[in-house]
């Protein structure tokens, strides 16, 4: 090699691979910041699928009974809660005679749970249609 011909640089400088890892810490953060946001919004979605699975559940098991007009309650699996509220349904324009020997009565379940330290809930109303003597 003689002084006058110019040196082969091989590598990478320190100060490239520096900027390089800046740059790529710079575009991952965001991402990563973006996938943990995904992965809890996905977790709290799953909870309220099941929360509705469970109060449809109970929903389907109140109409296979007679109304019971206690309020009734219990804890589901997972840390969840449940209020259930069944009263006789009273409307000013309906007759107080009912129709065939059916009365409706109201129906409403609460399910609540805590996500994140924050108290969730799901609510469902509906009407649900017995006998007077109390059998569906």
């Known amino acids: 090699m003689s002084p006058t011909e110019p040196k082969q640089e091989t590598g990478f400088v320190l100060l490239e691979v520096m900027v390089a890892l800046i740059v790529a810490a710079l575009v991952l953060t965001p991402l990563i910041g973006l996938m943990t946001a995904g992965w809890n919004r996905q977790s ?8 509705a699975n469970w109060a449809q559940s109970l929903m389907v098991q109140q109409g296979a009974s007679a109304p019971v007009f206690s309020p009734r ?8 809660h449940w209020d259930l509220l069944t009263t006789p349904y009273s409307d000013p324009e309906m007759s107080p005679h009912s129709a065939g020997g059916l009365r409706p009565y109201d129906v409403i379940l609460l399910v609540s749970w805590t996500e994140n330290g924050r108290p969730r809930h799901y609510r469902l109303e509906t009407l649900r249609l017995a006998s007077d003597n109390g059998n569906e």
């Open 44 to 51: 709290q979605e799953m909870t309220l699928a099941s929360a």
């Open 73 to 80: 309650s219990g804890d589901l699996p997972g840390g969840g």
